[in-house]
């Protein structure tokens, strides 16, 4: 063998799965959200939340650090069996609940714009198949095929920012505060669930070559991601204004359909589409994997892989069960699924920093 | 008590066959050493070719005046040169003397012969070396006998490789001759630490593989896994492109992991970077590993200029592309996103397609399995009716086709563009790949539009991504990301590229000295 594979990532992987999960939050319906409450300042919310996660995901880091475990282990270990137990099943109900929800965001934006005829059985089936298929060559493969795919992506972005300058009016990002700092603080507590998917990615912490790819990849993909929702934001207040933007549920898809390439290019739409689907898809794919490993350490299973299997049918199962994407979107995402996240991210670093140091204290 | 019957019952079900019997038995006398009674040991060796019943098999045996013993030389007439027996064996022994009682024994005459010779002890070493070419000289009572190099097949002169021709650059390709190929080789390489291995394959056939490599450069982790594999072949193995289907990764995947080149400059160039060359009686080499990278670049990018070799490059890459991606994207726009064309081509295009009664797709396919055609039986057709397929392809298929409303003109010329890419593209493999990925892309994009081109690329990184050949994943240095020269779709100029590919382990991972910033 000219070299064993460890399933490791380095930190260009972790880097890419980051910005791929978190960063391409804002190409579905999560804009929607921001904007609601937050209105013309909605842009601010990614980098306020950031700063509220910031003291947590540290504390969280640091506990990973002494012990060299993952999340999921870590948590056995400080918190005993059966309290760990319920904390690492709660983080499944979590994951699962986010796959499955982002899974069907993402299937009723294909169908309500390009397939409206197709059984939305078979496109959320179609979708759920290759996202598994994906998921089934492993960590690595993830980690590799977003090292890929974020590039393109970004590009694409890129392109798409451009393009849609000159239609964007710097005028409707006043006032700028929105609805004053009272309600943005409160607000940008809740977003800090934007960044969970850290949390979870740090159940595969042992997968990572070393704990500085751990941790740069950590602090750069939140920054970066951070940065670009809240530009993308922004830019959706500087072309729909707010209260438009709020209405438009799929805020990405709709200004690839604005804009065109001089007169004779006028709709450039069918490449951002493509893209969209390859970073959906990916990023699906991510989030069942992520979904296994979360049941397997839970659950104690070694050989957690083959359980994207079932795991993405019962996701599959889940998600044909809202009725339509405003339930979906309000109603699931942001009253349960948002709800549910932000007390993990804030609560659970710091309850597992002060164990940890009890249980230094205690064997010292 | 119990256990009798079955013994009994087994024995019946695995009794061998005479055959059977008479090949181990064979095989077991072969194995044995050489007696020393010449009559005994031609009758062996005559019995081991089915001589007198093969004609082949030649035995010349005589006394000559010099040599107080008697001595036979067996080889196989039509794959040994006869000229260099009668020269530089023959002739020798006939003419030189020798004095003193040293008369007839193995180095005596081996000091004679004008040609190299080496010990050969059992019979199964001395079928084995005539089986290769060489001549076998047994002398009576000595146990060993001498291989004599006098292989002598024909081939063709070196000449031009017939599909991977450069414009600037070595025209010399590889033919039908190992040692030919090898000196090919060895001219580029001129390097003391150019190991050349040998192997012999195959349990009936014996197929002489030769494993070059650059001692110091290629890992010997990667040297042994070649030979395990190798080692691991039991079947007859007629030439290389047969080897290749033994050693890949992954047999039944679309994409290749071994690297078929029939030009010895590029085989020295890989074996610069540490890879392993597989070298047979075939007009061309096996190289691994390999990555996407090396199928996708041709020699002549390194000796074109830097501007130039990087145009080329990319007009390749987005042939790639084109290859892969047009048809689909054809129909995902006739069919999902007809705004996403220009209001004016699509109203020419929905005009030419009016009287079309087929859809994009079948419409596609009718043109695609026709071009498929014509590329296959271009390849078959003898060469002096060669021009029917270009009348073929060009009137009937181009314009009849159009006029009797099969096809519409957008699409001769969206599978007129595909085929010419694909043309462009420099390795076989790679095109075979390239092909059969558009297919897979066109039923995506017949279902899902846009949207299942993007599954069909998602779908397509996540599989490359954990290819592998030999270890060395196929996207590498990019995904995973590893260190190396700049030389992927864009190379950087020849004297920046001072690093080997890391992906590869090699042992030395230095090209040549790093240049310094302010040198150029």
Redesign the interface.
Known sequence: MLEQSDGKIGYKEFLAIMLLTIAAKLVHTSPTLFLQDAQTAAWMLPLMSLLVVAAPFWLLLSVLRKTGKNLNETIYYLAGKPVGFILNFSLFVITLGGATLNSRSYVDAMQILYFPRTPQVISYAVFVGIAIYIALRGWESLGRTSTLVVPIAGLGLLTLLVLSAREARPAFLFPLLGRGIPALATKSVVFAATYADLLVLTAMAHKLRSHGALKKGAVVGLIVSAVLLSLLLAVYIMIYDYTGATGVLYPFLQLSRSISLARFLTQVEGVFVGLWALVAVVRTSIYLYMTAVIFGATFRIREYEPLVIPLGALSLLLGLLPANPVVNTMLLRYGVLYNATWPAIILLPPVLWVLHRWRCKQIA | MITVPFTFLTKILHKPTSDQKGRQKDHIQLEKPLTGDLAQDLEVIKQAFHSPRNQDLSIRSQRYPGLTKAIAIVYLEAMTNEKTISNHVLRPLNSKQIAGAAKGTLDTIAALLEIRSKGVRTYIEAVEQILTGRAVLLVDGESEALQLDTVGFSHRAVEKPQNETVIKGPHEGFVEDAKTNRSLIRKTVRDQNLVNEAMVLGKRTKTPVQIMYIDGVA?P??VE?VKQRLSDITADIPNLSVLEQYIEDRPYSILPSVLWTELPDRASAFLREGHVVLIDNSAGCLIV?VTFWSFFHTSEDFYERWAYANFIRIVRFIALHVAVFTPAVYI??TT??A??I??DLLLAIAGTREVVPFPALVELLIMEVAFELLREAGVRIPSPLGSTIGIVGALILGQAAVEANLVSPILVIVVAITGLASFALPNVSLGFAARLARFTCIVFAS?????????F???G???M??FKS????F?AP????YCASHDMVIRSPVWKQWLRPFH??PQDQERQAEPEPSNK
């Open positions: 890992n982790r990667l896994q590993p995902a726009f999902y996103h705004e996403m220009p209001t279902f899902f539009g846009v949207v299942g081109i993007g599954f690329a998602a779908v990184l996540a599989y991504s954990t030999f270890d060395v994943p996207l990019i995904a995973p990301n590869i382990k």
